[in-house]
Every structure is written in structure tokens, then in C-alpha cells.
């Protein structure tokens, strides 16, 4: 485990460490949106390594505990099932916008209720698990 703290601390100063001079080099450029792609590049950097990090760090957790890749397994295959399920309750219509058109892009508007349906589907399992351990609580 702690390597995983070393780990969170590298993160942490790397990501100073590149924020900190976009500021102070790019903060007086003039130049509309500079800052913001700049920075937009920066978030796409770190979400890659965060990526990287997810798919690494459990599979070594696997090879140092064969029993617990079980859980990870489950846990696992239930985002892909829920995912899944997401997949197919998403219509992809289209969806009208402020300016009285329509989004009519069906493969955003799929992934978007795709979004929706398993941000909702998170927060039923997060409030079912936390009922059922609060019922288990106070039933020992």
C-alpha cells in the first residue's frame, strides 16, 4: 500500500508541475483561448495516465492476490452488464435544443443516454448497497 501513496504524491506534484508554468507563462498571452487549450491538453494527459493507471494497477493487484481478482472480476462484469443494458435501454433520438433545432447526431445522443442510464444506475446500486449494509449493521 505504500507504493500507492508514493504513487498518489507523484501524481500530485507532476500535476503542479505542469499547471503552475501554464499560468505564469501563458497567463499574459493575449491570444483568445490559448489558456484553455493549453489546459485542455494538459486534462487530456493526465486522463490518460489516470487510463493507464486503471488498467495497470489492478492487474498487478492480480498477480500479488489471485483471490481478490475474483472480486475484481465481479465487479467488473457487473459495469460491463450494467453498461451493456444502458446500451440497449438508449434510444439515440433526437433531443431538442435551446435554440428550437434538434441534436440529431444519433451517436452522441446514444452515448449521452448511455451516460444518463448508468449514472443512474450507480446511484441505485450505491443507495441498494448502502441499505444493505446498514440493514446488516444493525441485524448483528
Avoid: H
Avoid at 39 to 66: E, Q, S, T
Avoid at 114 to 136: K, N, P, Q, T
Amino acid at each position: 500500500m505504500k507504493w500507492l501513496n508514493i504513487l498518489k504524491y507523484i501524481m500530485l506534484v507532476a500535476s503542479v508541475a505542469v499547471v503552475l508554468p501554464i499560468f505564469f507563462v501563458l497567463g499574459d498571452v493575449q491570444a483568445e483561448g490559448s489558456m484553455a487549450s493549453t489546459m485542455i491538453v494538459c486534462a487530456y494527459i493526465f486522463f490518460a495516465i489516470a487510463i493507464a493507471l486503471v488498467i495497470i494497477l489492478p492487474l498487478v493487484n492480480m498477480i500479488g492476490n489471485p483471490k481478490g481478482a475474483q472480486r475484481s472480476m465481479l465487479g467488473l462484469a457487473l459495469v460491463v452488464v450494467v453498461g451493456v443494458v444502458s446500451y440497449l435501454l438508449a434510444s439515440g433520438a433526437p433531443v431538442p435544443n435551446s435554440g428550437g433545432g434538434f441534436f440529431e447526431d444519433e451517436t452522441v445522443n446514444k452515448l449521452s443516454d448511455v451516460g444518463i442510464y448508468m449514472s443512474y444506475a450507480a446511484l441505485a446500486i450505491a443507495i441498494l448497497v448502502a441499505f444493505y449494509g446498514e440493514v446488516r449493521n444493525a441485524l448483528k
